[in-house]
C-alpha cells in the first residue's frame, strides 16, 4: 500500500472567463511548467447505503474518508491503465492518499456494477494476507454510487508545487445491471483547479497567490456528481 504525507490541497472552481485569468496568473507570474501529458482520469466512488461519506461531509466532519476506484484512459473504449483502490482521507484542511494496485484489469470492464465491490473484496483477499497490509480495508457492504470522469493538466513549479486543472468533467449514475461505462451522464460545465503543496510551503503558496485574486473553496466532485442526480444537496 502506497502512503502519502499530509498536504494541503486548495481548490478553485472556474467558468471560461475565471480560467482564463488564471491561465494567465499561471503563465506571467509564476515558474510553473508542464509536469506531465494530459491524461483521462476516471474515479468510481464507493458508498453504504444511507451514504456516510456525504453525511460526513456535509456535517463538517474533521477526519473522514472516500473510498473510491482509480484509473486512467478512455473507459468507453475499453482503455484502462494504472487500477487502483485508493482512500483519500482528510483531517481538517489536511489530506492524504492509500492506494492499492488491484490485478483486476481484465474482469473490470465487464464485470456488472452489483458485482464490483465482491470483485474488489476477493482480489484483495491475498494482501490481507501481509503484515504490512492496513486495517484501512475495502468493505464489502460498499456500493458502487458514482462514476467522475475528466482530463487533468499537471503543472509543477521550482519548488515542487503542483497545480492540476480538470476540464470535460462527467458524472456517471451507475446502474447495477450495466456495467461501469452504463448508467445516466451529466456533464458539469466548470473547470477545477488545484493547488498541492506540503505543510512547510504554506507562506510559499499564500504569497504565490496574491496575485491571482481568487479565493479557494471547499469543493467535492463526489457531491457535485451526486447532486446532479438528486442524491444529496451540494452548491
Given at each position: 500500500m502506497s502512503q502519502h504525507v499530509d498536504r494541503y490541497e486548495l481548490k478553485f472552481i472556474f467558468d471560461e472567463a475565471k480560467l482564463s485569468q488564471a491561465m494567465h496568473w499561471l503563465h506571467a507570474h509564476t515558474s510553473f511548467r508542464y509536469s506531465f501529458p494530459i491524461r483521462k482520469v476516471n474515479s468510481l466512488y464507493f458508498d453504504d447505503i444511507s451514504y456516510q461519506s456525504v453525511r460526513d461531509n456535509l456535517a463538517g466532519i474533521a477526519h473522514r474518508k472516500k473510498t473510491r476506484l482509480r484509473w486512467y484512459g478512455d473507459t468507453s473504449s475499453g482503455e484502462i491503465d494504472g487500477l487502483v483502490l485508493e482512500f483519500k482521507i482528510k483531517n481538517g484542511r489536511l489530506g492524504h492518499k492509500k492506494t492499492l494496485p488491484l490485478n483486476i484489469t481484465d474482469k473490470f470492464l465487464a464485470t456488472k456494477v452489483a458485482d464490483i465491490s465482491r470483485l474488489v473484496e476477493s482480489s484483495l483477499s491475498s494482501v490481507r494476507s501481509e503484515a504490512k497490509?492496513?486495517?484501512?480495508?475495502?468493505?464489502?457492504?460498499?456500493?458502487?454510487?458514482?462514476?467522475?470522469?475528466?482530463?487533468?493538466?499537471?503543472?509543477?513549479?521550482?519548488?515542487?508545487?503542483?497545480?492540476?486543472?480538470?476540464?470535460?468533467?462527467?458524472?456517471?449514475?451507475?446502474?447495477?445491471?450495466?456495467?461501469?461505462?452504463?448508467?445516466?451522464?451529466?456533464?458539469?460545465?466548470?473547470?477545477?483547479?488545484?493547488?498541492?503543496?506540503?505543510?512547510?510551503m504554506k507562506a510559499y503558496v499564500s504569497e504565490l497567490l496574491r496575485p491571482l485574486h481568487f479565493t479557494p473553496k471547499r469543493h467535492s466532485k463526489y457531491l457535485a456528481g451526486l447532486s446532479c442526480f438528486g442524491i444529496a444537496n451540494y452548491i
Open positions: 497490509y492496513s486495517p484501512l480495508v475495502f468493505k464489502d457492504y460498499l456500493i458502487p454510487t458514482l462514476l467522475v470522469e475528466y482530463a487533468r493538466e499537471y503543472y509543477e513549479d521550482n519548488h515542487g508545487v503542483r497545480i492540476t486543472i480538470d476540464s470535460t468533467i462527467t458524472f456517471r449514475s451507475p446502474i447495477a445491471s450495466a456495467n461501469v461505462s452504463g448508467g445516466l451522464l451529466s456533464a458539469y460545465p466548470h473547470y477545477i483547479m488545484e493547488i498541492k503543496f506540503p505543510i512547510e
